[in-house]
T-cell receptor, first 114, second 111 residues
Framework: KAGVTQTPRYLIKTRGQQVTLSCSPI?????VSWYQQTPGQGLQFLFE???????NKGNFPGRFSGRQFSNSRSEMNVSTLELGDSALYLC?????????????FGPGTRLTVT | DAKTTQPPSMDCAEGRAANLPCNHS???????VYWYRQIHSQGPQYIIH???NNETNEMASLIITEDRKSSTLILPHATLRDTAVYYC????????????FGQGTELSVKP
């Protein structure tokens, strides 16, 4: 099976702009989670989507949002970008939601905000 | 907050077993122990997980103590490509897909 894919891999944006990142899960996986990784804060959970519904949400401002489509593909959007949003954004998919199901990560999207 | 404690760094000689410890003294009965690793700037890679019993797969073995308060990840024959940050994660049962990453252990495999 193909792994988790994320597009684009690299992105440069300017403060105040918005950005949309895309994640295609492993075929048959229904849960998609998003994470942000920065040198200062490490890996932090953003949100999880399962069957097009947000199931969990981390402690991020409302500028960070996401959605999931009927084919389980997911997008996350960040509006009004700030310099501190520069990070590696990772998505992970699993067959189902719940702690018994392992998550598989994609390679990430490296976002730089200038 | 992460529910696990790991040493910040460890060294291992190439070809030897790497034993990475993790303390999770507040673990609950239905919470799984997961191990992931991250090679620089790549996405984390799933290694193994377990609930109560020891587990083994093609990558590693997971040994969980009987009281479940600690565990050890064993890479039986470490190679240079195993150099990475290893994360031990306790998955809270009612939080679905959420993984809470701590600082992990930076494993350096040396020739």
């Amino acid at each position: 099976k193909a792994g988790v894919t994320q597009t684009p891999r690299y992105l440069i944006k300017t403060r105040g702009q918005q950005v949309t990142l895309s994640c295609s899960p492993i075929s048959g996986h229904r849960s998609v989670s998003w994470y942000q990784q920065t040198p200062g804060q490490g890996l932090q959970f953003l949100f999880e989507y399962f069957s097009e519904t947000q199931r969990n949400k981390g402690n991020f401002p409302g500028r960070f949002s996401g959605r999931q489509f009927s084919n389980s593909r997911s997008e996350m959007n960040v509006s009004t970008l700030e310099l501190g949003d520069s990070a590696l954004y990772l998505c992970a998919s699993s067959a189902n939601t719940g702690s018994a199901y392992e998550q598989y990560f994609g390679p990430g999207t490296r976002l730089t905000v200038t | 907050d992460a529910k696990t404690t790991q040493p910040p760094s460890m060294d291992c000689a190439e070809g030897r077993a790497a034993n990475l410890p993790c303390n999770h003294s507040t673990i609950s009965g239905n919470e799984y122990v997961y191990w992931y690793r991250q090679i620089h700037s790549q996405g984390p890679q799933y290694i193994i997980h377990g609930l109560k019993n020891n587990e083994t797969n093609e990558m590693a073995s997971l040994i969980i103590t009987e009281d479940r308060k600690s565990s050890t990840l064993i890479l039986p024959h470490a190679t240079l490509r195993d150099t990475a940050v290893y994360y031990c994660i306790v998955r809270v049962d009612n939080q679905g897909g959420k993984l809470i990453f701590g600082q992990g252990t930076e494993l350096s495999v040396k020739p």
